[in-house]
């Protein structure tokens, strides 16, 4: 049984930073596409980060030059370094893994990440 499980959100004034990890656990066979998303109240989710089964990173505008994702294969996890934070980076970031084509297939509970101004 495959499991996701996001860390590392918390609260933080404008311009801080934040680290998110996210670890899977079970087994996935071969090297699988990871994501990170974001959901804020009254929104609809938004996706932040992906990283493909190649390797290929690709980021949503909003956050190019200020977030930074990782993989680390070895360990199953993967990382979003987010520096420079804005107040309208506040919302739940879920990790996800495996692409399947429509969406990905596994889902974390999510973390909060809070940004004050």
């Known amino acids: 049984q495959v499991q996701v499980a996001e860390s590392g959100g918390g609260s933080v004034q404008a311009g801080g930073s934040l680290r998110l990890s996210c670890t899977v656990s079970?087994?996935?066979?071969?090297?699988?596409?990871m994501g990170w998303f974001r959901q804020a109240p009254g929104k609809e989710r938004e996706g932040v980060a992906t990283?493909?089964?190649?390797?290929?990173?690709s980021y949503v505008d909003s956050v190019k030059g200020r977030f930074t994702c990782s993989k680390d294969n070895a360990k199953n996890t993967q990382y979003l370094k987010m520096n420079s934070l804005k107040p309208e980076d506040t919302a739940m970031y879920y990790c996800?893994?495996?692409?399947?084509?429509?969406?990905?297939?596994?889902w974390g509970q999510g973390t909060q990440v809070t940004v004050s101004s």
């Open positions: 996800a893994a495996l692409w399947s084509g429509r969406d990905f297939r596994y």
């Open positions: 079970g087994y996935i066979p071969g090297t699988y596409s």
């Open positions: 990283i493909g089964h190649d390797g290929r990173i």
